[in-house]
């Protein structure tokens, strides 16, 4: 049985008997050591809390909430905080199978992760952590408003993670931007590389950066403070040079 052949199988059971469980529920716990995710206060690349002043959150384990205006969107079921607005939508062809997962064995998937909100003033990180099982994403399709990660890295892979359904392929997947100042809204866009993926779980979370952000240049102050203290290693250097 070839690969593509057993995912669609895997997929038409799930859709048809409802017997699988969303990832978070039924394993594996995305959040658990060496798993992957991570809350932004424990993460290298936050340095916040979830629900502080200034920062976003929201997180999806299934996509079967109908509580969200339109037939293929879903408002966060994890939890959300500090959005104003927050829903995640996708495109013709792919849907909800009995797990809560988004899936499609016919189209590439298409997946936009939206959240509006009032956030910090200054630099932002804004972060995308998702989790994928059977066929992987197209991670050149991973954007931001329409702009290119500032970093990305798979952060967890099973090559034959064990399921109801036989042994399949599961990732956790990071991305981040390191952005100069607020947007109105943002939008996290990406798409599987081919059909059969299976979405289990996407979390949002932007929150003030307190590394420099790449291309902005460093404030005056600190430039003429580093060449006051070269200039002063170079006097010392050459008093210690006449004794």
Do not use: C
């Amino acid at each position: 049985m070839n690969k593509t052949y057993q995912l669609t199988l895997i997929a038409g059971l799930m859709a048809a008997s409802g017997i699988a469980r969303a990832d978070l529920t039924n394993g594996p716990d995305p959040y658990a050591a060496g798993k992957g995710f991570d809350a932004p206060h424990e993460a290298a690349w936050g340095g916040w809390n979830r629900g502080d002043t200034g920062t976003l959150y929201a997180e999806w384990d299934t996509f079967v909430d109908s509580s969200y205006a339109g037939t293929r969107t879903a408002a966060p079921d994890v939890g959300s905080a500090g959005a104003s607005d927050a829903y995640l939508s996708w495109n013709s062809g792919t849907f909800a199978a009995g797990s809560g997962n988004l899936y499609s064995f016919s189209v590439i998937e298409q997946f936009a992760a939206n959240i509006a909100g009032s956030v910090a003033s200054g630099p932002l990180r804004a972060v995308l952590q998702f989790e994928t099982v059977g066929t992987l994403a197209d991670y050149a399709s991973i954007l931001l408003n329409g702009i290119a990660p500032t970093f990305t890295s798979q952060t967890f892979y099973d090559s034959s993670y064990p399921s109801s359904f036989g042994n399949v392929p599961l990732e956790h997947y990071l991305a981040y931007w390191d952005l100069p100042e607020a947007a109105a809204s943002y939008q996290f866009t990406f798409s599987s590389a081919e059909h059969s993926l299976s979405l289990g779980q996407v979390a949002l979370d932007i929150g003030p950066n307190s590394a420099p952000v790449s291309g902005v240049p460093l404030p005056a102050a600190v430039w003429m403070f580093g060449a006051g203290l070269m200039a002063l290693l170079g006097v010392n250097r050459k008093k210690g040079l006449a004794v």
